[in-house]
């Protein structure tokens, strides 16, 4: 077995009847001392955290490297040439926000790449362990659940279980509150910044994620700073201030309400659009995340049509990392070296293939052929051909065993799971978020996911 297998099977090991339930009641009873609910549901419901050798780190780590300078370049040419930057199918309002300077350098000084690290996968040749990893999505947007992470990661350090499990493994919690801070104050200090910044969390105070906004501002807090929770709805811009409740100044937004919903329900006029186009105050991330939060901005890199605008290293590592991937339109393309036609190819090919929406988040509007009627999928397409879409090449999900107690009693079955890096200011990994599932919809949001926190380990000598 590998380094990983054993450790894994050493903890399942460890689980007796008396240890798995005073393990299950202790984390339950932090789940809900410390609020860690995605709406009513727990973020958590297995008695094990996501494991990850020191080796499969820096292979998520050194993949990001390679494949974020041409993220970026696609970016800066994305801003300075309007024809090129047709292909991310852009909003009228987007087109409008993207011209307003943040002020800083980076496009996304906080986001997640969601990724499948697999030991085989379709069409990618893997490395020589036989791991290949693959990403599926940049949220270069509104990265969420870092502060989930942290507070997880110290949950499950206390539970009987780990304190076993560490008498012979070593274990190192990856915690990200503290890389959100300081991408905020970088980017503020570079914004032009000089006092002490009062933090605005914005969002909608329904939303399911508030319970981590909390986290946030006890944390923020903790380090100094005056922070409040603030839903865009109580927001003034008066005599160039933003303000809170007609009261309370803010400097510095930690922006996690999504622009196109902002957008949608409070329009263009609305007073923290105003505030940041006018550089009354720093927004992170800023407007122009949205050029490479769009899912087209895969198939910008993958397409044949840009090649000659990457380095030869950068086409190895989109060919390696990016999956196959475009906008879904009628045209010619080239799949596995052959010339397609795209939408009569993909009618006939549907199992290898998934509709994503441009802009869409929580596994909305996300079609996966193989699970899909033949009906179904070309109705799907046609729709997809008249919207906003790009396809995507099927990915290979990889399964890990996870322990949870179900009506008292152990219970070890396999789980969908996917491994996702933060980003810190487009250029390196910190952190990063498990998420597993019973469903192919990796996602917490569409309702059938789980979070766990990430732990690098090695065994003690």
């Not at 969002?203 to 319970?211: C, G, H, K």
Request: aromatic letters at 10%; proline letters at 5%.
């Amino acid at each position: 077995m590998s380094e990983l297998e054993n450790a894994i099977e050493y903890y399942h090991s460890l689980l007796s009847d008396a240890v798995a339930s005073q393990s299950q009641e202790q984390l339950t009873r932090q789940l809900h001392r410390r609020q860690l609910f995605f709406g009513e549901r727990p973020l958590c419901t297995v008695l094990r955290p996501r494991f990850l050798t020191a080796q499969q780190y820096q292979l998520l780590r050194s993949a990001i490297r390679e494949v974020m300078p041409a993220f970026a370049k696609a970016h800066q040419v994305a801003l300075n040439d309007s024809q090129f930057r047709l292909q991310f199918n852009l909003e009228d309002w987007e087109e409008e926000l993207i011209r307003v300077d943040p002020r800083f350098s980076a496009p996304s000084p906080t986001a997640r790449m969601d990724t499948f690290l697999v030991t085989e996968a379709l069409g990618k040749a893997a490395d020589e362990q036989g791991v290949g990893l693959f990403f599926a999505e940049y949220n270069a947007e509104t990265p969420a659940a870092a502060a989930y992470n942290d507070s997880l990661s110290e949950v499950f350090l206390a539970l009987p279980v780990m304190g076993a499990f560490q008498r012979r493994y070593e274990v190192r919690p990856l915690p990200g509150r503290q890389h959100v801070l300081h991408a905020l104050l970088d980017s503020y200090h570079q914004w032009g910044g000089r006092e002490r910044p009062r933090i605005a969390i914005l969002d909608w105070r329904e939303v399911p994620t508030y319970s981590e906004f909390m986290l946030f501002q006890e944390y923020f807090i903790s380090q100094g700073y005056e922070c409040v929770i603030a839903d865009p709805r109580q927001l003034e811009y008066r005599h160039g201030q933003l303000l809170v409740d007609g009261i309370t100044p803010v400097h510095l937004i930690y922006k996690r309400v999504l622009l196109s919903e902002l957008v949608v329900r409070e329009g263009l006029d609305h007073p923290v659009i105003r505030a940041v186009s006018e550089h009354a105050v720093c927004m992170v991330n800023p407007f122009r995340c949205k050029l490479l939060h769009k899912k087209s901005s895969f198939a910008v890199l993958s397409d044949e049509a840009n090649a000659d605008l990457f380095s030869a290293e950068e086409r190895r590592a989109i060919d390696q990392y990016i999956p196959w991937t475009r906008n879904v339109t009628d045209r010619r393309t080239t799949l596995n070296g052959q010339q397609i036609e795209l939408l009569p190819y993909l009618s006939n090919h549907k199992d290898d293939f998934v509709l994503k929406p441009n802009d869409e988040y929580g596994g909305t509007g996300i079609v996966l052929g193989w699970e899909t009627e033949q009906s179904q999928w070309d109705e799907a397409l046609e729709m997809a051909r008249q919207k906003s879409y790009i396809v995507q090449q099927r990915i290979a999900i990889p399964r890990e065993a996870y322990p949870s107690l179900v009506e008292g009693n152990l219970q070890i079955f396999d789980r969908l799971i996917d491994t996702n890096p933060y980003i810190w200011y487009g250029e390196y990994v910190s952190g990063c978020l498990t998420r597993l599932s019973t469903a192919e919809l990796l996602n917490v949001t569409a309702g059938g996911g789980s979070a766990v926190p990430t732990f690098i380990i090695e065994e003690r000598s």
